[in-house]
């Protein structure tokens, strides 16, 4: 199985590099620091299984994985991540990952994971599970769900600070798209400023920064 692992921490693609292969026999590990280079990868190396982080410098994992999918439409891919808020594993289904399961989650978890998504299984950690089962959209949640998922990764973007320019080439978008889409989310949003745009991204945990 050749699995390709694609996250910006080197240690962590280290991590899960020296476990898999124990457990997994023959295992190729591919390595790729951002969504950019997930492409290229993927493209050159035709993986087994993706193992990508939603986080990422550039263009988001979502993103990558809905280019990787646009190209091959059986491409399996797995989202392990920070993250684990409902709407997040959301749109990592909706973007269309066979598995999602959070950085905090134990090896075995991993292992079960990359097992059965490699046999075409769907896999998502319990606690994301039952918070998928569980949650009550509140107001914010209820707001974001009405995002394309276009308009989310430009939302993601907006709030992580990267500017219309930015945002145009990482997507490769016209600037008037962008401009366009802006003016949608925040219309459908009800705000005005890029400070309530953030605010309302850090209250939905789609958007976290470290202390």
């Known amino acids: ?43 050159a190396q035709k993986p087994d299984l993706v193992i990508m982080d939603i986080n990422l410098p550039g263009i988001s994992g979502i993103e990558a994985a809905t280019r990787i999918l646009e190209q091959d439409r059986d491409a399996k891919i797995m989202f392990f991540s920070m993250y684990d808020e409902a709407l997040m594993v959301k749109q990592a289904l909706d973007a269309g990952a066979m598995g999602y399961i959070t950085k905090s989650g134990s090896p075995q978890i991993l292992l079960e994971a990359v097992s059965r998504i490699a046999k075409g299984e769907i896999f998502i950690e319990y606690d994301l599970v039952m918070k998928l089962a569980l949650n009550n ?12 998922q276009r308009e989310f990764e430009v939302f993601v973007m907006l709030a992580r600070g990267q500017s219309n320019q930015v945002i145009s080439d990482t997507l490769d978008l016209n600037i008037k798209t962008v401009s366009n889409y802006v003016t949608t989310i925040k219309s459908k949003l009800g705000i005005s400023s890029s400070a309530e745009l953030v605010h309302l991204a850090v209250e939905a945990g789609v958007v976290k920064f470290a202390p």
């Open 1 to 43: 199985m050749k699995i390709l692992i694609t996250d910006d921490h080197s240690v962590v693609r280290q991590g899960y590099a020296s476990v898999l292969p124990t457990v997994l026999e023959p295992c190729e590990i591919v390595e790729a620091s951002s969504g950019e280079e997930a492409l290229e990868q993927y493209a």
């Open 137 to 148: 959209q509140n107001v914010t949640d209820g707001k974001l769900r009405d995002l394309t």
